[in-house]
Every structure is written in C-alpha cells, then in structure tokens.
C-alpha cells in the first residue's frame, strides 16, 4: 500500500485552516531567505503558498548573498522582539560566509517553527514537550498515524543522523516506545540491519534502500529526494522493487515532501506569547 503524502498532507491542512479560522489573532509565519538559491526559492514558495491556504499570514524576506552574519543576527533580533511575529524560518542553506548554528541558536524556541533550536531540540532529548517539533519527522509521524502503523515496540531502522531529519526522528520514534537502530556511512552491514527492521526511514540523498533488503510486510518511507542521471525525480529506495516486499511504501514525489510542508503549517498556527 502507497503511503500517501499528497491525500494526508491536504487533511492535516485542512484542520490547520479550520483551527486558524477560530483564533482571534491570525498567526504570521516570517521566512528569512538569504541569497538566490533556485531550490530554496521554490521551497519558499511552496510555503507561503500553503500558509495562504490554511489563513495564516505569511512575509518572505529576502536577502542579499553578501549580507553579513551580523546583519542577519539583527534581523532575527528584530522579529524575536515584534509581537506581531509569531514564527520565525530561516530558509537553509545560507551562504558559506554565515554560521548556521549561529542563526538557527538566535531565534527564539517559542518562535521557531522549524523546530532546530538548541532548546526544543534539547526538550525532545531528554522528554519534554518542545515547543515545536521538527517538521519532516513529525510529518512521518502523522503519515504513519494515518495509515495506523504501529510505532510502540516496532524494530526501526532510521539511515542518516542529521540534525534535521536522522537525530530528531529517532528521538520522537523512541518516544512512542519503538525500539530504534541509526545507521550512517561509518555503519558495518548496514544491510543486515535493514532486512530487521519492521520500519525503515531513509534520509541520506541517495539510492541505498534496494531489492531484498527489506524484510516482507516491513514499512518503508522515503526521505530522500534528488534527481537521477536522467533528470527524473528519485529518492533513497528502489521503489519497484522494495515495493514488493514492503506492506507499506512511501513513494517520491508524493511522500515525505506533501508532509513536511502540513507539518510546517500545523507549528506555524501555534502561537505563543
């Protein structure tokens, strides 16, 4: 069965639209985008483009490639101290020049919608209720709620440990009692560990998840997205054939990335003053 991302996506979006219908204070999402990244651009776009869905007020600003660290520390300053701000994205990657832990440290935990915070992603380590969660792992999350996969007691296989997607989504499996297994590029039979997993999450950028290395009936999502040699989007699992042995399989395009974005849109509608 495909994991759809596109059909979840628009029903979480939709309860977002209708929660943010009943605040008296619309919230109001500020995404930071510094230089002319095309990617970045469209992402961007594709988020302001859901936060006018679901009624949440949204303000893209751009920078210049050569603006300084400092100024974009004022910046985030400055919307840390505005009222009227109640998330706060900076769109990554920023250029070589600029420290992202030093930016993504500067906006404030109750502000920052990505989830990336020293202190949210520290309240998730230890248990606590960050303010916001990261948005691909949480759309994971509710993907696999949709489709009523068990998480509590399920072995699970997480490949890759960024920040972004690999740490925060092992911390929030562990938290619904899954028993979990990081695998990264200094891991020894990686596929061994994969033909035992009843899950498997892939977020490493290329092709690693391929036929017969997934047990039958297991549960495999896709984070990974890139282009292939022939310019087709594409991303970690051989989907033809790990379809065949998956009972569950996210597909890309369609999966994680519909995901991320509702997920963005439900921490951009929590206000916090």
Not at 154 to 161: L, N
Not at 242 to 247: E, I, K, T
């Amino acid at each position: 069965m495909i994991l759809d991302g596109k059909k979840t996506s628009l029903k979480i979006l939709e309860k977002v639209k209708e929660k943010v219908n009943k605040l008296e204070k619309k919230p109001h999402l500020v995404v930071v985008l510094v230089g002319d990244n095309p990617a970045s651009k469209i992402y961007v776009r594709n988020k302001q483009k859901a936060a006018i869905q679901v009624g949440i007020n949204s303000t893209v600003i751009e920078m210049e490639e050569h603006t300084t660290e400092e100024e974009l520390l004022s910046k985030i300053e400055e919307l840390n101290n505005n009222s009227d701000v109640t998330g706060i994205l900076v769109q990554l990657p920023l250029p070589e020049h600029i420290d992202k832990n030093k930016i993504v440290t500067a906006i404030s935990p109750k502000k920052d919608v990505d989830g990336f915070t020293p202190e949210n992603v520290g309240r998730l380590a230890i248990g606590l209720e960050p303010y916001f969660y990261p948005a691909t792992p949480q759309g994971i999350i509710m993907l696999l709620d949709e489709y009523n996969i068990p998480i509590q007691g399920a072995d699970t296989v997480v490949i890759g440990r960024s920040n972004i997607v690999g740490k925060p989504m092992a911390q929030m499996l562990l938290k619904r009692n899954a028993t979990v297994t990081i695998c990264h590029s200094y891991t020894t039979d990686i596929e061994d560990k994969i033909k035992t997993a009843d899950i498997v999450i892939s977020a490493v950028g290329k092709k690693i998840v391929r036929c017969k290395m997934v047990k039958k009936n297991s549960v495999v999502v896709d984070v990974g997205i890139f282009k292939d040699e022939n310019g087709q989007l594409t991303g970690d699992v051989d989907f033809d054939f790990v379809s065949s042995s998956a009972a569950y399989i996210s597909p890309v395009p369609g999966g994680v990335g519909p995901m991320t974005i509702a997920s963005l849109m439900l921490n951009a509608s929590k206000v916090y003053q």
